[in-house]
Nanobody
């Protein structure tokens, strides 16, 4: 059974930091391309960052220089370090795994940036 479990969300003030984690199980993690998406109220889900099985990372323009994605294959976990957070980063953040012909989603975790 595939599971993607996000953690680390919450409420933070503008300019603050959070680190999201996504613990994966049920598939060959090292072969998967992993991504973080987010969806703000009333908006479409958007890609935030992705990391290939080879470790190549890409970011949405809106988060470049502020967010850092990484993976730790030994722990079957990906991370999203979010710095200099802005109110517009407020959204539900989702972990995504793409492996072979399959795609999986986590349940999502709320990140709220507000003073």
């Amino acid at each position: 059974q595939v599971q993607l479990v996000e953690s680390g969300g919450g409420l933070v003030q503008p300019g603050g930091s959070l680190r999201l984690s996504c613990a994966a199980s049920g598939f060959i993690f090292s072969s998967a391309a992993m991504s973080w998406y987010r969806q703000a109220p009333g908006k479409k889900r958007e890609l935030v960052a992705g990391i290939s099985s080879a470790g190549i990372i890409s970011y949405a323009d809106s988060v470049k220089g502020r967010f850092t994605m990484s993976r730790e294959n030994a722990k079957n976990t990906v991370y999203l370090q979010m710095n200099s957070l802005k109110p517009e980063d407020t959204a539900v953040y989702y972990c995504n795994a793409a492996v072979y012909y399959y795609e999986y989603w986590g349940q999502g975790i709320q990140v709220t940036v507000s003073s």
